[in-house]
Protein backbone atom coordinates (compact mmCIF):
# COMPACT_ATOMS: atom_id res chain seq x y z
CA UNK A 1 0.00 0.00 0.00
CA UNK A 2 1.28 3.55 -0.81
CA UNK A 3 2.22 5.48 2.03
CA UNK A 4 0.21 8.52 0.33
CA UNK A 5 -2.90 8.13 -1.49
CA UNK A 6 -3.65 10.47 -4.34
CA UNK A 7 -7.19 10.27 -3.60
CA UNK A 8 -6.66 12.56 -1.08
CA UNK A 9 -6.90 16.49 -1.10
CA UNK A 10 -3.70 17.90 -1.24
CA UNK A 11 -4.47 20.03 1.87
CA UNK A 12 -5.30 16.92 4.13
CA UNK A 13 -2.04 16.04 2.63
CA UNK A 14 -0.12 18.83 3.63
CA UNK A 15 -1.78 18.86 7.12
CA UNK A 16 -1.06 14.95 7.78
CA UNK A 17 2.49 15.50 6.44
CA UNK A 18 2.73 18.38 8.79
CA UNK A 19 1.73 16.68 11.95
CA UNK A 20 4.62 13.84 11.03
CA UNK A 21 6.82 16.45 10.42
CA UNK A 22 6.38 18.03 13.47
CA UNK A 23 6.49 14.42 15.71
CA UNK A 24 9.19 13.84 14.40
CA UNK A 25 10.95 17.04 14.86
CA UNK A 26 9.43 17.23 18.54
CA UNK A 27 10.41 13.19 19.40
CA UNK A 28 13.84 13.32 17.59
CA UNK A 29 16.20 14.66 19.95
CA UNK A 30 14.48 12.79 23.01
CA UNK A 31 14.82 9.48 21.52
CA UNK A 32 18.45 10.30 20.69
CA UNK A 33 18.95 11.46 24.10
CA UNK A 34 17.41 8.38 25.66
CA UNK A 35 19.43 5.91 22.90
CA UNK A 36 22.33 7.59 23.21
CA UNK A 37 22.36 7.87 19.63
CA UNK A 38 24.28 11.03 17.81
CA UNK A 39 23.11 12.52 14.80
CA UNK A 40 25.59 15.76 15.13
CA UNK A 41 27.21 16.80 11.72
CA UNK A 42 30.93 15.88 11.26
CA UNK A 43 32.41 15.71 8.45
CA UNK A 44 34.92 13.06 9.28
CA UNK A 45 32.50 10.82 10.45
CA UNK A 46 30.57 11.05 7.54
CA UNK A 47 33.67 10.21 5.11
CA UNK A 48 34.23 7.39 7.77
CA UNK A 49 30.95 5.99 7.57
CA UNK A 50 31.00 6.26 3.56
CA UNK A 51 34.49 3.71 3.66
CA UNK A 52 32.96 1.76 6.47
CA UNK A 53 29.76 0.86 4.40
CA UNK A 54 31.43 -0.04 1.19
CA UNK A 55 35.49 -1.36 2.34
CA UNK A 56 37.00 1.34 -0.36
CA UNK A 57 38.88 4.33 0.37
CA UNK A 58 39.14 6.20 -2.86
CA UNK A 59 36.92 9.08 -3.55
CA UNK A 60 39.10 10.19 -6.69
CA UNK A 61 38.69 13.87 -7.86
CA UNK A 62 38.38 16.68 -7.14
CA UNK A 63 38.55 16.46 -3.01
CA UNK A 64 35.71 16.22 -0.99
CA UNK A 65 37.35 16.93 2.17
CA UNK A 66 37.40 20.72 2.28
CA UNK A 67 34.19 21.14 0.34
CA UNK A 68 32.62 19.03 2.46
CA UNK A 69 33.93 20.85 5.28
CA UNK A 70 32.69 23.98 3.87
CA UNK A 71 29.25 22.94 3.35
CA UNK A 72 29.26 21.03 7.03
CA UNK A 73 30.52 24.50 8.56
CA UNK A 74 27.72 26.33 6.96
CA UNK A 75 24.41 24.02 7.32
CA UNK A 76 25.24 23.77 11.11
CA UNK A 77 26.15 27.69 11.52
CA UNK A 78 23.21 29.45 9.17
CA UNK A 79 21.03 26.53 8.03
CA UNK A 80 18.55 26.33 11.17
CA UNK A 81 17.84 22.99 10.74
CA UNK A 82 15.40 20.68 12.21
CA UNK A 83 15.46 17.61 13.38
CA UNK A 84 14.00 15.90 10.07
CA UNK A 85 16.62 18.22 8.15
CA UNK A 86 19.36 16.94 9.78
CA UNK A 87 18.48 13.53 9.72
CA UNK A 88 17.40 14.26 5.74
CA UNK A 89 20.64 16.55 5.38
CA UNK A 90 23.04 13.11 6.85
CA UNK A 91 21.03 10.44 4.21
CA UNK A 92 21.67 13.00 1.43
CA UNK A 93 25.51 13.75 2.15
CA UNK A 94 26.01 9.75 3.04
CA UNK A 95 24.75 8.75 0.00
CA UNK A 96 27.04 11.67 -2.06
CA UNK A 97 29.83 9.83 -0.46
CA UNK A 98 28.94 6.68 -1.14
CA UNK A 99 28.36 6.88 -4.59
CA UNK A 100 31.71 9.03 -4.97
CA UNK A 101 33.18 5.67 -3.74
CA UNK A 102 31.84 3.33 -6.35
CA UNK A 103 32.29 5.64 -9.23
CA UNK A 104 35.65 5.94 -8.05
CA UNK A 105 36.12 2.50 -7.73
CA UNK A 106 34.38 1.22 -11.46
CA UNK A 107 36.56 3.65 -12.95
CA UNK A 108 39.83 1.72 -11.78
CA UNK A 109 37.70 -1.96 -12.92
CA UNK A 110 36.82 -0.57 -16.08
CA UNK A 111 39.66 2.28 -17.12
CA UNK A 112 38.09 2.33 -20.67
CA UNK A 113 34.97 3.61 -19.50
CA UNK A 114 37.29 7.22 -19.73
CA UNK A 115 37.78 6.83 -22.96
CA UNK A 116 33.87 7.22 -23.73
CA UNK A 117 33.69 9.89 -26.27
CA UNK A 118 31.01 12.37 -24.63
CA UNK A 119 30.47 13.77 -28.57
CA UNK A 120 28.83 18.17 -28.66
CA UNK A 121 26.56 17.66 -25.69
CA UNK A 122 23.65 20.06 -25.78
CA UNK A 123 23.08 22.35 -22.73
CA UNK A 124 20.32 23.95 -21.84
CA UNK A 125 20.05 26.81 -19.45
CA UNK A 126 18.66 30.07 -18.86
CA UNK A 127 16.76 31.49 -15.67
CA UNK A 128 15.21 28.76 -14.13
CA UNK A 129 11.08 28.08 -14.45
CA UNK A 130 11.34 29.08 -18.05
CA UNK A 131 9.68 26.19 -19.36
CA UNK A 132 13.48 24.05 -19.59
CA UNK A 133 12.24 21.02 -18.32
CA UNK A 134 9.44 20.74 -20.34
CA UNK A 135 12.06 21.16 -23.85
CA UNK A 136 14.03 18.67 -22.33
CA UNK A 137 11.69 16.03 -21.75
CA UNK A 138 10.41 17.12 -25.40
CA UNK A 139 13.87 16.30 -26.76
CA UNK A 140 13.89 12.68 -24.60
CA UNK A 141 10.72 11.55 -27.07
CA UNK A 142 13.42 11.49 -29.72
CA UNK A 143 15.43 7.75 -29.50
CA UNK A 144 18.43 9.29 -30.06
CA UNK A 145 18.95 11.77 -27.89
CA UNK A 146 20.51 10.34 -24.39
CA UNK A 147 19.32 12.41 -20.31
CA UNK A 148 20.63 11.82 -17.40
CA UNK A 149 16.99 10.00 -15.50
CA UNK A 150 16.41 10.30 -11.67
CA UNK A 151 17.04 7.17 -10.87
CA UNK A 152 20.23 6.61 -12.63
CA UNK A 153 21.77 10.06 -11.18
CA UNK A 154 20.55 9.49 -7.83
CA UNK A 155 22.53 6.12 -7.66
CA UNK A 156 25.17 5.94 -10.27
CA UNK A 157 27.13 2.94 -8.71
CA UNK A 158 26.82 -0.38 -9.63
CA UNK A 159 26.26 -2.17 -6.24
CA UNK A 160 29.16 -5.48 -5.84
CA UNK A 161 27.97 -7.44 -8.76
CA UNK A 162 28.89 -6.70 -12.65
CA UNK A 163 26.81 -6.00 -14.72
CA UNK A 164 24.59 -4.13 -11.82
CA UNK A 165 20.81 -4.99 -11.77
CA UNK A 166 19.11 -1.55 -12.51
CA UNK A 167 15.50 -2.79 -10.98
CA UNK A 168 17.45 -2.75 -7.61
CA UNK A 169 18.22 1.09 -7.81
CA UNK A 170 14.70 1.59 -9.52
CA UNK A 171 12.90 0.37 -7.07
CA UNK A 172 14.75 2.31 -4.17
CA UNK A 173 14.11 5.88 -6.21
CA UNK A 174 10.34 5.07 -6.36
CA UNK A 175 10.57 4.54 -2.24
CA UNK A 176 12.15 7.60 -1.59
CA UNK A 177 10.02 9.49 -3.72
CA UNK A 178 6.99 7.92 -2.51
CA UNK A 179 8.59 9.07 1.07
CA UNK A 180 9.69 12.82 -0.16
CA UNK A 181 5.71 13.17 -1.33
CA UNK A 182 4.65 12.44 1.87
CA UNK A 183 6.38 15.20 4.05
CA UNK A 184 5.59 17.93 1.04
CA UNK A 185 2.74 16.69 -0.66
CA UNK A 186 3.24 20.34 -2.71
CA UNK A 187 6.10 19.84 -4.15
CA UNK A 188 4.92 17.57 -7.21
CA UNK A 189 2.51 20.75 -7.96
CA UNK A 190 5.65 23.03 -8.53
CA UNK A 191 8.42 20.75 -10.11
CA UNK A 192 6.62 17.35 -10.98
CA UNK A 193 9.44 14.39 -10.86
CA UNK A 194 9.08 10.88 -11.00
CA UNK A 195 12.39 7.86 -10.75
CA UNK A 196 12.91 8.07 -14.13
CA UNK A 197 12.39 11.93 -15.22
CA UNK A 198 15.50 13.43 -16.78
CA UNK A 199 17.93 14.64 -13.90
CA UNK A 200 19.22 18.25 -14.08
CA UNK A 201 23.17 18.34 -13.69
CA UNK A 202 23.18 20.11 -10.54
CA UNK A 203 22.53 16.63 -9.06
CA UNK A 204 25.45 14.97 -10.90
CA UNK A 205 27.49 18.08 -9.85
CA UNK A 206 26.72 18.02 -5.79
CA UNK A 207 28.92 14.82 -5.90
CA UNK A 208 31.66 17.64 -5.93
CA UNK A 209 30.52 19.61 -2.93
CA UNK A 210 30.41 22.28 -5.23
CA UNK A 211 26.97 23.08 -6.23
CA UNK A 212 24.62 25.55 -6.14
CA UNK A 213 22.16 22.48 -5.62
CA UNK A 214 22.27 22.54 -2.26
CA UNK A 215 21.56 26.48 -1.83
CA UNK A 216 17.96 25.31 -3.21
CA UNK A 217 17.55 23.18 -0.08
CA UNK A 218 19.47 24.90 2.60
CA UNK A 219 19.86 28.69 3.76
CA UNK A 220 23.64 28.82 3.39
CA UNK A 221 25.07 31.79 2.07
CA UNK A 222 28.66 31.73 3.74
CA UNK A 223 28.89 27.92 1.63
CA UNK A 224 27.64 29.47 -1.77
CA UNK A 225 30.13 32.69 -1.62
CA UNK A 226 32.64 29.86 -1.27
CA UNK A 227 31.72 28.20 -4.25
CA UNK A 228 30.97 31.63 -5.97
CA UNK A 229 35.47 31.71 -6.01
CA UNK A 230 35.85 28.45 -7.09
CA UNK A 231 37.27 26.91 -10.25
CA UNK A 232 34.37 24.94 -11.58
CA UNK A 233 36.26 23.08 -13.75
CA UNK A 234 37.21 20.24 -11.78
CA UNK A 235 33.61 19.56 -10.89
CA UNK A 236 32.72 19.45 -14.66
CA UNK A 237 35.70 16.84 -15.14
CA UNK A 238 33.35 14.81 -12.50
CA UNK A 239 30.81 15.16 -14.07
CA UNK A 240 31.87 14.03 -17.88
CA UNK A 241 33.23 10.86 -15.60
CA UNK A 242 29.53 10.27 -15.01
CA UNK A 243 28.28 10.86 -18.38
CA UNK A 244 30.99 8.31 -19.49
CA UNK A 245 30.00 6.02 -16.57
CA UNK A 246 26.23 6.32 -17.97
CA UNK A 247 27.09 5.79 -21.49
CA UNK A 248 29.17 2.57 -20.67
CA UNK A 249 26.40 1.58 -18.52
CA UNK A 250 23.04 2.51 -20.63
CA UNK A 251 24.36 3.18 -23.95
CA UNK A 252 25.40 6.47 -25.84
CA UNK A 253 23.32 9.11 -27.40
CA UNK A 254 22.90 13.07 -27.99
CA UNK A 255 23.30 14.34 -24.65
CA UNK A 256 20.64 16.63 -23.74
CA UNK A 257 21.68 18.42 -20.65
CA UNK A 258 20.11 20.80 -18.11
CA UNK A 259 20.65 23.17 -15.24
CA UNK A 260 19.83 26.45 -14.29
CA UNK A 261 23.23 26.88 -12.68
CA UNK A 262 25.20 26.47 -15.66
CA UNK A 263 24.75 30.15 -15.77
CA UNK A 264 27.27 30.75 -13.16
CA UNK A 265 29.82 28.39 -14.43
CA UNK A 266 29.66 28.38 -17.84
CA UNK A 267 34.05 28.89 -18.25
CA UNK A 268 34.14 26.27 -16.49
CA UNK A 269 31.80 24.34 -18.60
CA UNK A 270 33.52 25.16 -22.04
CA UNK A 271 36.59 24.59 -20.88
CA UNK A 272 35.81 20.83 -20.04
CA UNK A 273 33.60 20.53 -22.98
CA UNK A 274 34.84 22.54 -25.70
CA UNK A 275 32.40 21.29 -28.36
CA UNK A 276 29.34 21.79 -26.43
CA UNK A 277 26.18 23.74 -27.45
CA UNK A 278 24.47 25.86 -25.38
CA UNK A 279 20.80 26.54 -26.02
CA UNK A 280 19.28 29.43 -22.82
CA UNK A 281 15.60 29.68 -22.38
CA UNK A 282 13.89 32.96 -21.41
CA UNK A 283 10.87 33.98 -19.89
CA UNK A 284 9.25 37.54 -18.25
CA UNK A 285 11.38 37.44 -14.44
CA UNK A 286 8.02 39.10 -12.72
CA UNK A 287 6.59 35.24 -13.55
CA UNK A 288 9.54 33.45 -13.04
CA UNK A 289 11.07 34.45 -9.78
CA UNK A 290 7.54 34.01 -7.79
CA UNK A 291 7.84 30.66 -8.70
CA UNK A 292 11.66 29.68 -8.00
CA UNK A 293 10.66 31.27 -4.82
CA UNK A 294 7.69 28.69 -4.08
CA UNK A 295 9.43 26.15 -4.50
CA UNK A 296 12.67 27.08 -2.66
CA UNK A 297 9.89 28.06 0.33
CA UNK A 298 9.22 24.24 0.28
CA UNK A 299 12.50 22.84 0.06
CA UNK A 300 13.68 24.97 3.01
CA UNK A 301 10.54 24.35 5.38
CA UNK A 302 11.06 20.67 4.59
CA UNK A 303 14.07 21.09 6.27
CA UNK A 304 13.92 24.33 8.72
CA UNK A 305 11.57 25.10 10.80
CA UNK A 306 13.12 28.68 10.90
CA UNK A 307 12.55 29.79 7.39
CA UNK A 308 11.25 33.47 6.47
CA UNK A 309 9.47 34.00 3.26
CA UNK A 310 10.72 37.21 3.07
CA UNK A 311 14.78 36.30 3.30
CA UNK A 312 13.91 33.44 0.46
CA UNK A 313 12.23 36.30 -2.00
CA UNK A 314 15.15 38.58 -1.80
CA UNK A 315 18.01 35.52 -1.68
CA UNK A 316 16.20 34.29 -4.94
CA UNK A 317 15.77 38.00 -6.75
CA UNK A 318 19.59 38.74 -5.77
CA UNK A 319 20.81 35.45 -7.15
CA UNK A 320 18.82 35.38 -10.14
CA UNK A 321 19.86 38.95 -11.20
CA UNK A 322 23.33 38.46 -11.29
CA UNK A 323 22.63 35.26 -13.19
CA UNK A 324 20.17 37.46 -15.84
CA UNK A 325 23.60 39.70 -16.03
CA UNK A 326 25.81 36.42 -16.69
CA UNK A 327 23.41 35.48 -19.76
CA UNK A 328 23.76 39.35 -20.94
CA UNK A 329 27.17 38.96 -21.02
CA UNK A 330 27.46 35.34 -22.34
CA UNK A 331 25.68 37.12 -25.58
CA UNK A 332 28.57 38.90 -26.32
CA UNK A 333 30.91 36.11 -25.07
CA UNK A 334 33.17 34.07 -27.81
CA UNK A 335 30.36 30.95 -27.58
CA UNK A 336 27.82 33.15 -28.83
CA UNK A 337 30.10 34.59 -31.51
CA UNK A 338 31.02 31.18 -32.73
CA UNK A 339 27.82 29.94 -33.27
CA UNK A 340 27.41 27.50 -30.11
CA UNK A 341 24.86 29.23 -28.50
CA UNK A 342 21.05 29.82 -29.29
CA UNK A 343 17.92 31.14 -27.50
CA UNK A 344 14.00 30.01 -27.07
CA UNK A 345 11.88 32.39 -25.64
CA UNK A 346 8.96 31.08 -23.29
CA UNK A 347 5.71 32.34 -25.67
CA UNK A 348 7.21 30.21 -28.71
CA UNK A 349 7.68 27.19 -26.88
CA UNK A 350 4.37 27.28 -25.62
CA UNK A 351 2.76 28.39 -29.03
CA UNK A 352 4.77 25.71 -31.36
CA UNK A 353 7.22 23.55 -29.62
CA UNK A 354 7.66 21.26 -32.10
CA UNK A 355 8.67 24.34 -34.43
CA UNK A 356 10.70 25.63 -31.86
CA UNK A 357 12.75 21.54 -31.56
CA UNK A 358 12.76 21.82 -35.65
CA UNK A 359 14.53 25.24 -35.47
CA UNK A 360 17.11 23.50 -32.67
CA UNK A 361 17.42 20.52 -34.65
CA UNK A 362 18.58 22.57 -37.38
CA UNK A 363 21.10 24.84 -35.02
CA UNK A 364 22.07 21.37 -33.69
CA UNK A 365 23.31 19.66 -37.29
CA UNK A 366 20.72 17.10 -36.47
CA UNK A 367 18.46 15.54 -39.07
CA UNK A 368 14.88 16.06 -38.83
CA UNK A 369 12.15 14.17 -40.64
CA UNK A 370 8.37 13.76 -40.97
CA UNK A 371 8.62 11.09 -38.84
CA UNK A 372 10.08 12.86 -35.75
CA UNK A 373 7.18 15.68 -36.26
CA UNK A 374 4.42 13.19 -35.94
CA UNK A 375 6.55 11.47 -32.39
CA UNK A 376 6.42 15.25 -31.30
CA UNK A 377 2.80 16.03 -32.04
CA UNK A 378 1.65 12.87 -31.07
CA UNK A 379 3.56 13.28 -27.30
CA UNK A 380 2.16 17.06 -26.90
CA UNK A 381 -1.69 15.46 -27.86
CA UNK A 382 -1.27 12.61 -24.97
CA UNK A 383 0.98 14.17 -22.50
CA UNK A 384 0.39 16.89 -19.65
CA UNK A 385 3.94 17.90 -19.47
CA UNK A 386 4.52 21.40 -18.50
CA UNK A 387 1.03 21.53 -16.54
CA UNK A 388 1.82 23.34 -13.00
CA UNK A 389 -1.01 23.07 -9.97
CA UNK A 390 -1.80 26.36 -7.76
CA UNK A 391 0.17 26.52 -4.95
CA UNK A 392 -0.27 27.96 -1.02
CA UNK A 393 2.42 30.17 -1.83
CA UNK A 394 1.05 31.91 -5.10
CA UNK A 395 -1.44 34.51 -3.59
CA UNK A 396 1.08 35.22 -0.80
CA UNK A 397 3.85 35.76 -3.86
CA UNK A 398 1.73 37.81 -6.14
CA UNK A 399 1.86 40.74 -2.93
CA UNK A 400 5.55 40.32 -1.79
CA UNK A 401 6.64 40.78 -5.61
CA UNK A 402 5.33 43.29 -7.23
CA UNK A 403 5.95 42.31 -11.19
CA UNK A 404 6.55 46.21 -11.64
CA UNK A 405 9.67 46.07 -9.22
CA UNK A 406 10.99 42.83 -10.52
CA UNK A 407 11.09 44.30 -13.74
CA UNK A 408 12.78 47.24 -12.92
CA UNK A 409 15.78 44.95 -11.87
CA UNK A 410 15.77 42.82 -14.87
CA UNK A 411 15.56 46.13 -17.00
CA UNK A 412 18.70 45.15 -18.69
CA UNK A 413 18.08 41.83 -19.34
CA UNK A 414 14.73 42.58 -20.86
CA UNK A 415 15.86 45.01 -22.83
CA UNK A 416 18.75 42.77 -24.35
CA UNK A 417 16.21 40.13 -25.46
CA UNK A 418 13.54 41.66 -25.97
CA UNK A 419 11.49 39.64 -23.69
CA UNK A 420 7.73 40.50 -23.22
CA UNK A 421 5.66 41.25 -20.07
CA UNK A 422 3.25 38.27 -19.31
CA UNK A 423 0.65 37.30 -16.91
CA UNK A 424 2.15 37.09 -13.36
CA UNK A 425 0.63 33.64 -12.75
CA UNK A 426 3.82 31.34 -10.86
CA UNK A 427 5.57 29.60 -13.63
CA UNK A 428 6.53 26.19 -15.12
Same mark, same amino acid.
Given at each position: ?????????????????????????????????????????????????????????????????????????????? !?????????????????????????????????????????????????????????????????????????????????????????????????????????????????????????????????????????????????????????? &????????????????????????????????????????????????????????????????????????????? &????????????????????? !??????????????????????????????????????????????????????????????????????????????????????????????????
Amino acid at each position: MSIQSDRLPVALKWKLAQSFRSLVNRTGPVWESLTRRNHRIKPEDLLEEAVRETGLEDFGEPPVELPLRKLSESIIDE !ARLSHLGRLSFLWDTSRLLVNRLWVTETLHRFPSIEQERVSAPVFITGLPRTASTFLQTLFLQDPANRLPRVWEVTYPRPGREYPPDFRVWQRKVRRELTWFDFLEPEFQSVYPTTWDSPQECSEILSHSFESYRFDGTYEIPSYIQWVDQRDP &EPAYILHRRFLQLLQHRGGSGRWVLKAPDHVFTLNGLLRTYPEARIIVTHRDPASVLPSVVALTALLHGLFSDETGL &EQICHKVTDRWEEGAKRIVSL !AEAPASREGRVTHVFYDELTRDPVGVLERLYGFLGWPWSEEQHSVFRRYLTSSRAGRYRPNRFQMLLAKKMPPELIRKRFSDYLAKFGIRSESTDLAG
